[in-house]
Nanobody, 124 residues
Framework: VQLVESGGGLVQAGGSLSLSCAAS????????IGWFRQAPGKEREGVSC????????WYSDSLKGRFTITSDNAKNTVYLQMNSLIPEDTAVYFC??????????????????WGKGTLVTVSS
């Protein structure tokens, strides 16, 4: 199983970025895919999760509607559109997969597979 994140980079506050998570080696429909992030010196936190099989999404309350998660099953890819970015969004963003949607959130303790992450830096 391989999860590969892309789309990170440097952006000014107020700007947008779109992250992609390409999955291979698994049956995409059987998994929920989540985005997590870890800022320097902080714990990893859940950002958003999606499962097409149960038609569900989850977002961290702290995002206040700025991020949107979508998936393209034909491409085995999940996207995270991030708008109105603030410096506090600076972190390494990881995608991860788990077989049960209800396990996707929080600190990601129950995720089965992880990508290596992509760095997002938001300048003030």
């Amino acid at each position: 199983v391989q999860l590969v994140e892309s789309g990170g980079g440097l952006v000014q506050a107020g700007g947008s970025l779109s992250l992609s998570c390409a999955a291979s080696g698994l049956t995409f429909d059987d998994y929920a895919i989540g985005w997590f992030r870890q800022a320097p010196g902080k714990e990893r936190e859940g950002v958003s999760c999606i499962s097409d099989s149960v038609n569900a999404t989850w977002y961290s309350d702290s995002l206040k509607g700025r991020f949107t998660i979508t998936s393209d099953n034909a491409k085995n890819t999940v996207y995270l559109q991030m708008n109105s970015l603030i410096p506090e969004d600076t972190a390494v963003y990881f995608c991860a997969a788990v077989t049960q949607f209800y396990l996707c959130a929080g600190y990601g303790l129950y995720m089965n597979y992880w990508g290596k992450g992509t760095l997002v830096t938001v300048s003030s």
